[in-house]
DNA sequence: ATCCCCGTATCATTTTTATTGATGCCAAAC
DNA sequence: GTTTGGCATCAATAAAAATGATACGGGGAT
């Protein structure tokens, strides 16, 4: 009776993260006919295939989905002995995290904060990139847990809810709309919007907006919030933008917030989670983290308990 | 960075169990070479002894218990993976199970029934002796749960009640004593007891129970429950018993049972597992099938649930 | 105190296993 | 139809582990 080598799951688990044997076998370092024959031998072994080769593409059967999570946990536990023995030891290993836009670029220090100081050994790890693109490596276990603003419905991911967030529209100090006090609807014609790509969650909350607002005169569209800002700031145009994004330039006096009452500009901001990923002391140390230092309104002050 | 090899686990494991190097290497099937130098090669990895050498005997260290519940649970889990793809197969592994002496020979139907007809894949080892014995075991991961008798008092064993027991007191038909309607403590002067050995649950309780009485005539002592029985049959003496070592003699008219009401014969038995052993489906649902079933009064009627 | 026995640790050799680099093969893209 | 990119296969090599023999060392017996 041949056993399971943690070198096959090994394999196993970079070939479903990474989608190829050749980018698994480097990511692991290994050669690719290394991953190939590892594979091979774990599908024969099982009796079954855990992808199903379509082309010259692996994608993970129904077989393969159900050992991953289960090859994943026991290849972290393996991992995690040697540490359980050193008594107050800081755990130290690797955590993957991935953001949304928002999130990872302008909340990084509310997110992160809590945890990197509470754990220095702990190498994290912050991918960032659109909701969809987070979700789906959460997925496939690439990524342990992600942070995104969209809301995630799949059978197989977790949502935490995390913290609110809200848009706000902004204009340079001098644009006719700033200088209003009440604004409504209609004062909305003939002005040029900037917005982020398509597939940004925050382009589709303010394409959701614009549609309650008159037809835009013009429209500008940056990857990047703060390519945005900038150009706000510039006279390019008005935007929605998180209002995290722009605080900074709102207290310099370089924008103003538009008072924009009548839209609903607030979303969730939540933590999402594979439901079967073995939680492991990292893992779970980053999540209570997040609901513990989440409340508070800001990181300056520490709370006693 | 060297890895942990599932071998060197394996080979720690069973060394813990058993106690030596030498028993360990027959039980995986290794030589005795092989599991010292894995033993010793994870101790190096761990950069600390798992063992005390205290002169030729290997007991296992503070350091040493930490990580057996874990590598154990590693073991499972990795044995478990090619199972847990096959979608309602049976579970189909090792069940190694401990009872004491009246549990393993007279209650082994309700203790194994509704598990084996279960799980007919299953493979279950039943090992016999004494509460002490069995506690051992468990605690040293030699058997996965022990049912025994006596009241156990370990702060890394887990004891879950099963079911309550009751000891009577018996004699042959034509006993004087059996004659009567009411007994009372002063007419059990001048009889002659058989008891069971040291060391046995069973014994411990009949004499607590002794000492309410007056002092015997004589003593037998017999090592086995059966034994007593045969020679209480015999006409050899009385006898304190488990009710359901005697249930087929009382039936068959060759016992009676004396009416002590004055003495309380009842006692406790409890599945005992280690803490932090893990509960895989095997022996999870062994726990379970014993849960359910317990409540049964008697082992020949079936309940429709 | 000394000898003997039992069990573990160490050593060199052999056997097995895994890894590598090269090559064949198939499907998709041009 | 040709080319490209990627996975599977093959023989050779390198690494690791298992084995049998042996050295070491502590208890128990005399």
Not at 128 to 145: P, S, W
Request: aromatic share 4%.
């Amino acid at each position: 009776m041949p056993n399971i080598s943690p070198r096959q799951l090994e394999a196993f688990v970079a070939v479903a993260t990474t989608g190829s044997v050749g980018r698994a076998a480097q990511a692991i370092h290994l050669s690719q006919p290394a991953v190939s024959m590892a594979l091979a031998e774990l599908e024969r072994m099982l009796g079954q295939a855990l992808f199903d080769r379509v082309g010259r593409r692996l994608l993970l059967n129904e077989a393969g989905s159900a050992l991953l999570p289960r090859a994943h946990e026991v290849l972290e536990r393996l991992r995690e002995l040697p540490a359980s023995l050193a008594p107050s030891a800081a755990p130290g290993g690797q955590l993957h995290i991935g953001a949304s836009n928002t999130v990872g670029n302008y909340l990084v220090g509310e997110l992160l904060g809590g945890f990197v100081s509470a754990h220095p050994q702990v190498a994290v790890h912050l991918t960032i990139a659109n909701t969809e693109q987070i979700v789906a490596q959460v997925n496939r276990f690439a990524l342990d847990v992600g942070c995104v603003e969209g809301a995630v419905t799949h059978p197989d991911i977790e949502v935490l809810p995390w913290r609110q967030d809200r848009l706000v529209v902004c204009a340079r100090p001098d644009h006719p709309l700033a200088r209003r006090r009440r604004l409504a609807a209609r004062d909305f014609r003939e002005v040029r919007w900037i917005l982020r790509e398509h597939g940004s969650a925050t382009r589709a909350l303010t394409e959701r907006a614009l549609a309650a607002l008159p037809p835009a005169a013009g429209l500008l569209e940056l990857g990047q919030s703060e390519a945005i800002k900038q150009a706000v700031i510039a006279g390019l145009g008005i935007a929605c933008l998180p209002e995290v994004a722009i605080a900074d330039a709102l207290a310099a006096g370089k924008l103003r917030v538009l008072s924009t009452a009548f839209l609903d500009l607030r979303r969730n901001l939540s933590l999402v989670v594979h439901r079967k990923r073995y939680r492991g002391p990292l893992l779970q140390g980053f999540l209570d983290s997040t609901r513990s230092a989440a409340p508070a309104p800001r990181g300056g002050r520490r709370s006693t308990a």
